[in-house]
C-alpha cells in the first residue's frame, strides 16, 4: 500500500480532476495480466476505500488476481470501521475469485535452526542450551530436551529476555544484564565496521526525517518507544531497512489490549523487517510467542491486530534462525533511498551520515570507486531514468570528494592535499588537480562535508 499512496499522491499533483485510482490500476494493467498481492489484509478505513476502487478497476482493465492472506475473504477488515463500506468487495473477491484454503498445522517458519549466541557456540550442551540441529519446531514442542534455548532464562543469539532469575536478584539487575548483552552485539557488529563509536543520524522519508541516535557501521541501537510509541508508520520503517543491515530492539514491554496503537505500529516494524531481511536483536519482557499479554482472559472476538499477532509472533522466531541470519540483505533500492533523501537540496549532515551507512557497503569506514558508482548510478536513476556513470561524471564527484571541494586546474598540489604549492625554477606551476581513484578512498569527513557539492557537480556533466 505504501507504493500506492504514493503513486495516486504523484497523480494528484500532476494533474487535476483526474481519477487517480482508475489512471493508477491503468498504469498497472498496461505492465502486467497477472497480478500477484502475497500477505493481502485490510486494517485502515483509508486503505479499505482504495482497495475496493483499485480492485473493480483491476478486474476492469483485464487484471487476473492472484492473493494470498491470513484471513477468509469474509474476514477481511473484520470489526473494522465503516466494514458496511467495503462489504461490496469483499462480495466482489468471492464472486470473481476461487478461494482455496491451505490450511496446515505446521508452521514452517519454525522449522529453521535456532541460533546460537556467540559464547555458547561449541560448548557441551546443557538444560539451558539446544544443540546445533535443533529446529525450533523441536524447541517449542520440548522434544526431549527439556528447558531449551527459547526459555525464560534464554541465551539466544538474537534474543534476551529481560526478567529476574533466581540468581539475579532484581528484574533492574535481569534488564541491566539483558541490555549490556545487546549493547556488546552492536558493538561488536560496530567494530568490525571500523565504527566502533555510535552517532546520531537522520534518515530521510517523504520529505521528512527520522532520528536514529545510535547509528553506526550499518547497525541502529533503537528502543522501543522511539520506534512504536511516536508517530511512525510503514515508509519509515522501510527507509531504516534501507539503510541499516541490523537492528537492535530495547525495552519491548508484554503487548495488551489496552495499547493496541503500539501493538499495531510494533506488528508492522516487524513485518518490515522481515520482509527485506534486517537482522533483529531484541530484548523484550517475555519470548516472542509469550509476548502477547491477554491476561488470561479470552475474547469471542480478535481485533484486527491480535489476529495479525500470530504471524508476528511467527516471524520473530524464525528472524531468530542461523537460515535467516546467513540470508542476504534485501534493501529497498539506493535510487529510492535517494528519492527520500531530495538530492536536489541541500541534505543535511545527519542525513548525509545515514546514507554513508548504506553506500559503505563493505564497512570499512571509507568509500573506493566502486562504492561511490553504485551511489552516483542510484542518483542517476532517479534525476535521469537510467543507471549509466559516464566517466566524466564519476571523475567529477571523485576529485571532488577526495580534493576536499576542489576540482580542474589549481595551483600545482600534492596528492589530495590541499594548499601545497611546487615549483620550477623558483616559479609555481599550474597542473590538473591529481585524482586518488584507483588504490585510494573517500573518507567519512570529507563525505560528509562535500557530499552536496559532489551531487551537484556531477549532475552537471
Request: include cysteine; charge should be negative; aromatic fraction near 6%.
Amino acid at each position: 500500500m505504501l507504493e500506492t499512496h504514493r503513486a495516486l499522491h504523484k497523480l494528484g499533483k500532476s494533474s487535476s480532476g483526474v481519477d487517480t485510482v482508475a489512471t493508477y490500476a491503468m498504469q498497472i494493467a498496461d505492465n502486467c495480466a497477472v497480478l500477484c498481492l502475497d500477505e493481502f489484509h485490510v486494517t485502515d478505513v483509508a486503505d479499505a476505500m482504495i482497495i475496493r476502487r483499485l480492485l473493480d478497476s483491476l478486474w476492469a482493465n483485464g487484471v487476473t488476481l492472484v492473493i494470498t492472506s491470513n484471513r477468509a475473504p469474509g474476514e477481511l477488515y473484520k470489526n473494522g470501521l465503516n466494514r458496511v463500506q467495503f462489504m461490496p468487495c469483499i462480495d466482489a473477491i468471492e464472486a470473481r475469485c476461487v478461494v482455496h484454503p491451505m490450511e496446515s498445522t505446521r508452521d514452517y517458519r519454525l522449522f529453521g535452526v535456532a541460533a546460537l549466541d556467540d559464547d555458547e557456540k561449541g560448548t557441551e550442551a546443557t538444560d539451558d542450551m539446544v544443540d546445533e540441529s535443533k529446529t525450533l519446531y523441536d524447541i517449542q514442542n520440548h522434544s526431549g530436551h527439556g528447558n531449551t534455548k527459547m526459555t525464560s532464562g534464554s541465551k539466544s543469539g538474537t534474543w534476551r529476555v529481560a526478567s529476574p532469575r533466581p540468581d539475579s536478584g532484581s528484574q533492574y539487575r535481569a534488564e541491566g544484564e539483558a541490555e549490556s548483552w545487546l549493547r556488546l552485539k552492536l558493538r561488536r557488529l560496530a567494530k568490525l565496521a571500523v565504527e566502533e563509536n555510535m552517532v546520531r543520524v537522520e534518515v530521510a522519508v517523504d520529505g521528512r526525517r527520522v532520528l536514529i541516535n545510535r547509528a553506526s557501521g550499518g547497525v541502529a541501537h533503537l528502543h522501543f518507544n522511539e520506534v512504536c510509541d511516536s508517530a511512525l508508520g510503514a515508509a519509515d520503517y522501510t527507509a531504516i531497512a534501507a539503510v541499516f543491515h541490523t537492528v537492535g530492539l530495547s525495552s519491548v514491554p508484554l503487548m495488551t489490549r489496552d495499547r493496541l496503537d503500539t501493538m499495531r505500529r510494533f506488528i508492522t516494524f516487524i513485518d518490515v523487517l522481515y520482509e527485506h531481511k534486517v537482522k533483529l536483536l531484541v530484548v523484550a519482557a517475555a519470548l516472542p510467542l509469550e509476548l502477547f499479554n491477554t491476561g488470561g482472559k479470552r475474547f469471542l472476538s480478535l481485533t484486527e491486530e491480535e489476529f495479525a499477532w500470530g504471524r508476528a509472533a511467527s516471524r520473530l522466531m524464525e528472524m531468530s534462525t542461523s537460515e535467516y541470519l546467513e540470508a542476504p540483505w534485501r534493501p529497498k533500492s539506493g535510487a529510492w533511498l535517494l528519492e527520500q533523501a531530495r538530492v536536489t537540496e541541500v541534505i543535511p549532515a545527519s542525513v548525509l551520515r545515514a546514507l554513508w551507512q548504506r553506500y559503505d557497503a563493505d564497512h570499512n569506514g571509507v568509500l573506493d570507486e566502486s562504492e561511490l558508482e553504485e551511489l552516483l548510478a542510484d542518483l542517476n536513476e532517479t534525476r535521469r531514468g537510467h543507471r549509466n556513470v559516464p566517466e566524466e561524471q564519476l571523475r567529477s564527484a571523485w576529485e571532488m570528494l577526495t580534493n576536499r571541494g576542489k576540482r580542474g586546474l589549481v595551483k600545482c598540489m600534492g596528492m589530495g592535499v590541499v594548499n601545497s604549492t611546487c615549483a620550477e625554477d623558483g616559479k609555481e606551476m599550474e597542473a590538473v588537480l591529481p585524482s586518488r581513484r584507483g588504490d585510494a578512498f573517500i573518507v567519512f569527513d570529507d563525505f560528509i562535508q562535500y557530499g552536496n557539492d559532489a551531487f551537484a557537480a556531477c549532475m552537471q556533466v
